[in-house]
């Protein structure tokens, strides 16, 4: 089980593991240890991250080693193998592998919808073009492949027979596809989605504006770690839930740190991303609901029969946000 974990490390950003910035962090002990994994270069990644810089994970007694994966099929084998305790990642691909015997939940939605762009090269301006074309996503089963089969079916388009979905791999290779037309359409999130139109490439659909409540994206850990150690889940989830205050209050804070993991100093990508995902759509009380939940499992009905007469509640646990809110924790944050 240990090669899970190095494969991860050894794709992990080399600054991740550096030490939080001392001058913001919280007077802080010697913590428990834990592993987290995020699984896109993407902004609405960050709460883990200026949780870590800002030395939140700290303040709650948590010393937090922050690793990257390529996407959420590596992150959730290194949760299933014990690696990580904890994960930021889509309700869909928690799900997926919770169907299949997999023991974890969500316990916190940061994004419940889909904040994603159907992206297509110059040469195509109407849906209808992507006939025959190819579609690139991250890979199966992930939350951007959720979003290429509702994009597709919204213009009318069969996924696979109409437009050919194929895997190119993390984020940061969609637009490189893009460029060398390996791919003639992607579906993408911030910063990519920058990145593409300063190269020419068009918006064809904002899936967000469909309006559909998804799980999209938050923290999923075992259901093990729930029952025997409720303090440590509710201990990170304090610490995530305060780092989000953060990034929504402290705007310029965010944008290094975002800039830092993203490995980008270009403002208009960072300042699009934080605008997008973390002011318009992030989360600040990140419950997790039947709705969200009942979405994802009806795409995976398309795919898995398991799914389609599954109980949505069966698959988070949202107690550890609703005493935050009940407390008064969440609004003091805002104060």
Known sequence: MKAVLYG?????????????????AAESTAGRKVRMAFTSLSSVMCPPWIAREAGIFNKYGLDVEVIATPTGVEGMNALIAGEVQFLQISGGTTASAALGGADVMVVGTTLDTLVQNLMARPEIDKPEQLKGKTLGITRFGTSIDVGAHLALRHFGLVPEKDVAIVQVGGMESMVAALQANRIQAGILSYPAITQALKLGHRVLLDVASLGIPYAFTGMTTRGRLIHDDADLVRRYMMAQVEAIARAKRDKVY???VMGKYLRTANPTALAEGYEIDIQKYMLKVPLTTTEAMKSVLEDLGSRNPKAKDADPKRFFDDSFVRQMQSSGFIDALYK
Do not use: E, T
């Open 8 to 24: 991860c490390l050894l794709l992990a950003l080399s600054l991740v593991g550096s030490q939080p910035n001392r001058s913001d």
């Open 254 to 256: 965010a944008l290094k």
